[in-house]
């Protein structure tokens, strides 16, 4: 699986959009995205995942870079519940590829008032 | 839906005890997984199944235990506990190839003393 690189912390304000990066220089062509959060002492919350084409839903925007080299995982307006620590995530989509989910370190994303 | 459940949410073991974590869902996933997140730390695979009957060992094994008889269950046995074990534990469960968007539990934190 491609290794992940994301800053260990950002602050954003309150009301703002929150930009959070992940290198993965060496991710494979079938190789996808996901973003996964974390907010203090609970379960982490899946949020989106991409291939190659920027996703949108309910929660967030995820933007893939052409050559897919790297990606953002964008909150267009965060509120203080969006404190986490977000996990990027970079996975061949298999039948067992559960199995071996790796999280990192994550960023720790401070929203401030 | 319950989604992704887990007993007991804190527990206190002395070294040398033993016991059980459960994990149940309500989503009709095939595949389960235990993750143990030590304190500032991201979280670590310990065993996994793909369906009823079927298990296998993740990253970090040594030390428990799992069965799965239904669908529905995929419960953790730990032995002989050691302080080394303390920890918080997540159950998750997906889709499959649908998703690697696991659903994750509140988890259990657990002290060994």
């Known amino acids: 699986d491609a290794k992940t690189t994301q800053p260990p912390s950002m602050d954003c304000a309150e009301g703002r959009a929150a930009n959070l990066p992940c290198n993965h220089s060496?991710?494979?062509?079938?190789?996808?995205v996901y973003w996964y959060r974390q907010i203090h002492s609970q379960g982490p919350q899946y949020i989106i995942h991409g291939l190659k084409n920027n996703e949108t839903n309910e929660m967030a925007s995820l933007i893939i870079t052409e050559d897919r080299k790297s990606s953002t995982l964008i909150l267009p307006h965060a509120t203080l519940r969006d404190t986490a620590v977000y996990y990027c995530i970079v996975r061949v989509a298999r039948e067992t590829s559960g199995s071996r989910l790796t999280f990192g370190e994550g960023t720790q994303l401070t929203v401030n008032p | 839906n319950a989604g992704v459940t887990q007993t007991p949410k804190f527990r206190i073991l002395k070294i040398g005890q033993s016991m059980t974590l459960q994990c149940a869902q309500d989503m009709n996933h095939n595949y389960m997984y235990w993750y143990r997140q030590d304190p500032g730390m991201g979280l670590k695979l310990i065993y996994y199944?793909?369906?009823?009957?079927?298990?296998d060992k993740g990253e970090v094994p040594n030390g428990y235990n799992v069965s799965r008889s239904t669908t529905e269950d995929f419960p953790l046995r730990l032995e002989l506990a050691a302080p080394s074990q303390t920890s918080v534990y997540f159950c998750a469960s997906s889709a499959g190839l649908a998703g690697l968007s696991l659903f994750f539990g509140p988890g259990t934190r657990l002290t060994v003393l």
């Open positions: 199944s793909v369906g009823a009957g079927i298990t």
């Open positions: 060496t991710i494979s062509g079938n190789e996808y």
